[in-house]
Structure formats: structure tokens, C-alpha cells
């Protein structure tokens, strides 16, 4: 797996294969060739499936697999041809079981393990998310991290769920942003997955709080911008979900460069501009679709709209009308 110019995730399925050739070209083409492991699907009789998405960043590769049930086999050989990074897999299906080193751990939906990516191992699975991570990254970070491996962590573990929904929001995004913010991302990771192996005692201390803040912002961002519309969202509804005060959200978010109402109204005012280009709704009032999208007030939302996009609801609604060029305004 090598990084693509910009970052961004590659996808692949058998669902456009012809159903003879699925299993032969995934084991070869995904398989051996990307991953460097052999699949053998568990139920040969029935019709194999499969798909993943892959992203490299510097310094973290990550691979989400779903599809027929299967034993992923990384041989002696294989490891023996590959490098030192250490590897963590998280389990999305009901059951799944890893070996390495003789040693055997069953995995609960949400749990986690890792491996050493130079020693073979199996893994029996039918939707996962693997990770590499280089191994200097974690020694730096990690008291013992041989120690650390093959040891199961739960699903409940706080870092091991943040480390999750960071990696999750990576692969919806096209692409993560400037160079100085791509080694931002990737040392946060580091550190989640440190302390989610057991963090010495200075990166549980130092790096551990801004790490778990980053992950827990890019989670809240993705949560407003779901629920932007509902007139119950705040920051004590958000505070409430994520366990946390309503003062630590306000401080994580004006750390990252706007607050947390700023963040709500542009979410807002980004669905008002969405809806009122559509056709579909091109018969509704404006104060209709300002409600739906969780404004209160029609005023503060002509307002709020033209400061931020530099013309009106109606500008907007009207080019969409007249079937000529879009008004975009200013974004």
C-alpha cells in the first residue's frame, strides 16, 4: 500500500467481477498483491463477496474489509518479506478470532488486537478495520509493546473507540488537508493507539489529552453536521452524549479556530444553501426550509445567509429556477 498524491481512500469490490472469477482475482489482486496475506473464504459452496477501502498517510495505513466470512492468512513467508510496523485490527462483525505466535483470541463486535506485521499470523473475520503503524512511532510511546501484542483490548476501551471514529472520518474525507495537518492527524493516531496499547506514563500524559481532544472534535463535528437541523442541538445536548462538560466543548472547538455556535450555523446556512437549489423545493417558503434546517428566527437567518454567502436565500433560489448558472455567492 502506497499513498495516492492526495491521500485519498481507494475502494475496491467483486461486485463488478464475473461471479467465477471473485475469489481467484480478490486472493490474487487483494490478497497477495496489497496486503500481503492469503484469503480463504470459510464457506467455499456459497457465493464469495467482498470489498475494502484502503488509505495510506504517512505514517499510518489503514484497510476496512466486509464481505464473505474468511481466513486471512499472513505466512512466514509473507512476514518475512515485510517490514517491522505493528499492526491492529478491530473487529466490526459478531465474532472473529486471530492466532500468532500460538497463542489464540476470540474478538467481540468492537474489540481490538494487535500483531506483529514480521511473525505470521491468521486472522477469521467478515468485517474489519486493519492498521499499520510503524513500530518506532509506538516503541516511543509504548513501555512494552511486544508485551502489548496479541493481548485483546475491549470494545469499552475510551482510546480504542476514539481511534476508530478519527480513522472512520478519514475515509469518508477526500483528502485530509495541508501536509501540516496530514502529520498532525497521523501523530494523533500514534498516540491513540498508544494509549489504547497502554501508553507509558509521559505519552498518557503529554500527548494523550490533545490526541483524545482531536479525535473526540472531528466526532462532534460529524455528529452536527448529521444533526444540524434538529432544533435540540447545543452544546449541552453534545456535552451530554460525549460525557463531557459544556465548557471543554466550547474550548476544544475555539482551540481549533471557530466556536461551537460558529460551527452550528455554518452547518446550518450550508443545508439552507443545499435545499434551496433543489428542485424539489422550489415551491416551499424560505421561512419553511430556514425552520427545517434548525433556524429559529427568519431574520437572523436572511441575515446570517447573506453575511455568510454574500447574497440572498432568494438569489439562490432563483438561479436555481431560471436553469442558468448557479448564484454560489460568496463561500
Known amino acids: 500500500m502506497t499513498a495516492t498524491a492526495d491521500f485519498a481512500p481507494v475502494r475496491f469490490s467483486t461486485w463488478d467481477l464475473p461471479?467465477?472469477?471473485?475469489?481467484?482475482?480478490w486472493r490474487e489482486e487483494f490478497g497477495r498483491t496489497l496486503v500481503s496475506v492469503d484469503i480463504e473464504p470459510l464457506s467455499p459452496d456459497e457465493t464469495f463477496h467482498a470489498e475494502a477501502t484502503l488509505q495510506a498517510l504517512p505514517g499510518v495505513r489503514?484497510?476496512?474489509?466486509?464481505?464473505?466470512?474468511?481466513?486471512?492468512?499472513?505466512?512466514?513467508?509473507?512476514?518475512?518479506?515485510?517490514?517491522?510496523s505493528i499492526g491492529?485490527?478491530?473487529?466490526?462483525?459478531?465474532?472473529?478470532?486471530?492466532?500468532?505466535?500460538?497463542?489464540?483470541?476470540?474478538?467481540?463486535?468492537?474489540?481490538?488486537?494487535?500483531?506483529?506485521?514480521?511473525?505470521?499470523a491468521d486472522l477469521t473475520s467478515t468485517n474489519h478495520l486493519g492498521i499499520l503503524l510503524p513500530r518506532a512511532a509506538l516503541v516511543a510511546r509504548v513501555k512494552d509493546i511486544d508485551q502489548a501484542t496479541s493481548r485483546v483490548i475491549p470494545h469499552d476501551v475510551g482510546a480504542l473507540r476514539l481511534l476508530v471514529s478519527y480513522l472512520r472520518l478519514l475515509l469518508e474525507e477526500s483528502a485530509p488537508g495541508s501536509p501540516a495537518i496530514i502529520e498532525t492527524v497521523a501523530n494523533h493516531i500514534h498516540d491513540l493507539a498508544a494509549l489504547a496499547l497502554g501508553a507509558n506514563r509521559d505519552t498518557a500524559q503529554e500527548s494523550g489529552p490533545n490526541?483524545?481532544?482531536?479525535?473526540?472534535?472531528?466526532?462532534?463535528?460529524?455528529?452536527?453536521?448529521?444533526?444540524?437541523?434538529?432544533?435540540?442541538?447545543?452544546?449541552?445536548?453534545i456535552a451530554a452524549r460525549y460525557g463531557v462538560s459544556a465548557r471543554y466543548i466550547q474550548r476544544i472547538f475555539e482551540g481549533s479556530g471557530s466556536t461551537f455556535t460558529e460551527y452550528v450555523t455554518e452547518?446550518?446556512?450550508?443545508?439552507?444553501?443545499?435545499?434551496?437549489?433543489?428542485?424539489?423545493s422550489a415551491k416551499e417558503p424560505?421561512?419553511?426550509?430556514?425552520?427545517?434546517?434548525g433556524f429559529a428566527d427568519v431574520s437572523h437567518f436572511n441575515r446570517m445567509f447573506r453575511q455568510h454567502f454574500g447574497c440572498t436565500p432568494s438569489d439562490v433560489r432563483n438561479a436555481a429556477r431560471s436553469g442558468g448558472s448557479e448564484w454560489k455567492g460568496r463561500t
Open 19 to 25: 461471479e467465477r472469477e471473485r475469489l481467484s482475482r
Open 62 to 84: 489503514t484497510a476496512l474489509c466486509s464481505g464473505s466470512a474468511a481466513r486471512f492468512d499472513r505466512t512466514r513467508a509473507m512476514a518475512a518479506a515485510g517490514d517491522d
Open 88 to 120: 491492529l485490527v478491530v473487529n466490526f462483525g459478531p465474532k472473529a478470532a486471530m492466532s500468532q505466535h500460538g497463542r489464540d483470541v476470540a474478538l467481540e463486535a468492537g474489540d481490538g488486537v494487535p500483531i506483529l506485521t514480521d511473525a505470521a
Open 211 to 237: 490526541a483524545v481532544a482531536a479525535a473526540q472534535l472531528r466526532a462532534m463535528k460529524d455528529d452536527i453536521r448529521r444533526a444540524c437541523s434538529s432544533p435540540n442541538l447545543s452544546v449541552h445536548s
Open 267 to 280: 452547518q446550518r446556512l450550508a443545508a439552507a444553501h443545499k435545499a434551496l437549489r433543489r428542485r424539489t
Open 286 to 293: 424560505i421561512s419553511t426550509i430556514a425552520f427545517d434546517c
